[in-house]
C-alpha cells in the first residue's frame, strides 16, 4: 500500500483510497506535504492540521466549481464538487465524533456529493427507505438499459460511507447490475442526520431494503444479492442467514467475531499497522460508542460477546462469498477461514488476495479495483447463471 505518512495507518488508509476517488495525486499532495511532519505527533495536533489542510482544499475546490458553473460549464463544476465532497468527508472523518462542527462538516461533503452527481447527469438516484419511523438514506444505481436488472444491496463498514464507495462500486453497473448502496444504521448518513444506530440484527433493516426493491418495476426482484464491506462483512451474511428473499451474499473483507478496540499506542511509539487490530481512525472506541448508542467501554465489551457468526452463516442457504487480503492489519484472515469453514451455503467461494497478485489490504484497500472486480464479476455470472 502506498504509504506517504510515517507510522499513521489511519492516514495511510485515507490516503490511498482518497487518491482513487479524485482520480489525482498532484492535488492533494499539497495537503499531504503539509501535514507530513506531523504524521507521529500529539494525535490532537496532528488532526487539526489534518482538518485543516484538508478543509482549504475543498473549499478552495468549491470555489473553483462555482466559478464553472456559473460560466455554464456543468460538467466542470461537477468534478470539482466531487472532488471538494471526497476532501471534506475526509475533513469529517478525523474530528471527534462528538465535535460539535463536524456535522456541519459532513452536510457540506454531501452538498457538494448531491451536485456533482446532479450535474454530471451519472445517473444516480437518492432515495430514503423507511424504518423504524425514519429512513435509511440510499444511493440507487441503475444497470444500463431499459429492462429490469438484477440488483445488489451494499451495505457500509465500521467507518465507510456511501459517497467514497460510489466511484468503486460503477462495476457492477458496467456488468447489467444495479446498486443500491446503503448507509446503514450505525453509518454515513443514518447515523449522523437520522440518529439511527448499529445493531447487530442487520436483517432488520435488510429486509426493509429488500422490500423497498420488490416495489419497483425497473428491478429484476427476484434476483437481489447482499454485499457487506468491512463490518459489513459482518452484517451482510448476518441478514442474508434470516432474510430468503436475498439469493447471493458476499463479504468483501470477512468479519467473523468482532474484536473490542485495543488501546491505541502513543503516537510514534509503535508502527501502527504491524499486526491484526491497526487503527482505521483517530479513536476506534469513541467511534464504537457513538456507531453504536453506547456510553461506555464495558457495554462495548457485552456486546462485542454477541457479535459473532458462529451459528449464524451455517443458515445461508444461498451462494456466499468471502473476499480477504493475506496480509490484512485490521482483521486476521482467519476469519475469512472461519467464515468459509463453517458456512454450509451452496458454492460457497473463498478469496484470499496474495501479495504475488496486489490487495492484501484490509478489503483491498492498496488497490480496490481488485476487489471490486472481483466482487461484481462474481454476482454477475451467479445472476446470468454461468
Known amino acids: 500500500m502506498f504509504e506517504y505518512f510515517k507510522d499513521n495507518y489511519a492516514w495511510n488508509i485515507a490516503v490511498a483510497t482518497l487518491v482513487e476517488e479524485v482520480g489525482t495525486l498532484a492535488e492533494p499532495m499539497e495537503a499531504f506535504q503539509a501535514v507530513a511532519h506531523l504524521a507521529d505527533a500529539d494525535p490532537t495536533v496532528a488532526n487539526q492540521a489534518w482538518h485543516d489542510a484538508m478543509m482549504a482544499l475543498g473549499q478552495r475546490l468549491e470555489r473553483l466549481a462555482d466559478e464553472d458553473l456559473a ?28 465535535n460539535s462542527d463536524r456535522l456541519a462538516v459532513y452536510r457540506r461533503a454531501l452538498a457538494n456529493f448531491r451536485k456533482a452527481r446532479e450535474l ?6 437518492f432515495v430514503g427507505i423507511p424504518f423504524e419511523g425514519k429512513v435509511i438514506p440510499a ?41 443500491l448502496i446503503l448507509d446503514q444504521p450505525g453509518a ?53 442467514a434470516f432474510e430468503p428473499r436475498i439469493r447471493a451474499v458476499a463479504s468483501w473483507g470477512a468479519f467473523f467475531r468482532l474484536r473490542p478496540p485495543a488501546p491505541q499506542p502513543a503516537a510514534g511509539s509503535a508502527r501502527s499497522g504491524e499486526a491484526p ?55 486476521p484472515w482467519s476469519d475469512a477461514v472461519a467464515t468459509y469453514e463453517q458456512t454450509t451455503a451452496p458454492g460457497k467461494r473463498l478469496k484470499i488476495f496474495r501479495k504475488d497478485e496486489g490487495g492484501i489490504e484490509h478489503c483491498q484497500l492498496d488497490n480496490r479495483a481488485f ?8 454476482f454477475a455470472e451467479i445472476f446470468s447463471g454461468r
Open 139 to 179: 444511493l440507487l444505481v441503475k444497470a444500463k438499459g431499459s429492462a429490469p436488472a438484477p440488483i445488489v444491496i451494499h451495505l457500509q463498514g465500521f467507518d465507510s460511507v456511501k459517497e467514497t464507495q460510489w466511484p468503486m462500486l460503477q462495476e457492477y453497473r458496467r456488468r447489467g447490475l444495479s446498486v
Open 71 to 98: 460560466a455554464g460549464h456543468a460538467l466542470s463544476a461537477a468534478r470539482k464538487y466531487h472532488r471538494a465532497s471526497m476532501y471534506l468527508i475526509r475533513v469529517e472523518r478525523m474530528m471527534p465524533p462528538r
Open 188 to 240: 454515513g448518513e443514518a447515523l449522523r442526520l437520522h440518529g439511527l444506530t448499529a445493531r447487530i440484527e442487520s436483517e432488520t433493516y435488510v429486509s426493509r431494503a429488500v422490500d423497498y426493491i420488490l416495489g419497483r418495476a425497473d428491478i429484476r426482484t427476484e434476483q437481489i444479492g447482499l454485499a457487506g464491506l468491512s463490518m459489513g462483512g459482518f452484517l451482510a451474511p448476518r441478514a442474508a
Open 277 to 331: 487490530g491497526a487503527a482505521s481512525l483517530p479513536s476506534m472506541l469513541a467511534h464504537a460508542l457513538w456507531s453504536w448508542g453506547l456510553d461506555t467501554p464495558q457495554e462495548f465489551g457485552a456486546l462485542a460477546e454477541r457479535f459473532t457468526l458462529e451459528g449464524v452463516v451455517d443458515k445461508i442457504r444461498c451462494p456466499y462469498l468471502v473476499m480477504h487480503g493475506e496480509g490484512d492489519r485490521q482483521i
Open 120 to 125: 454530471g447527469r451519472d445517473g444516480v438516484e
Open 371 to 378: 476487489g471490486a472486480d472481483y466482487l461484481t464479476d462474481w
